[in-house]
């Protein structure tokens, strides 16, 4: 019975349109704004409290735990993963020499 039905036609299209005769290929791109150093209309400088360069330094080097070697140090390691295994078994031998870690700062 299915040998006797009849095959439907299918007619495959693009999801995509084609492209228009005329139509420019940067249509969709956003225009460039123009930076302006201006504050909006309704806001006013005096809003603002004075402008104080390097505010947060002090905070910011409390906090911070960033490390940076010397190029000949790093020179020595392929990666930071390499860096952070030499410096992991360096405090294991300190652990158990009895050494007390120390920062500096």
Known sequence: MWSRM???TMSFELSLPARQPGQRESSMKKTKKIATDELRPDYRRSDF???VRWKFIKRLHTS???IVLE???AGLFPNAAA???ALRSLAEI???AGAAPRRSR
């Open 64 to 66: 911070s735990n960033v």
């Open 94 to 96: 300190a652990k158990r």
């Open 71 to 73: 190029p000949e140090v």
């Open 83 to 85: 860096v952070n295994s």
């Open 49 to 51: 409290g004075a402008l």
């Open 6 to 8: 009849q095959r439907a």
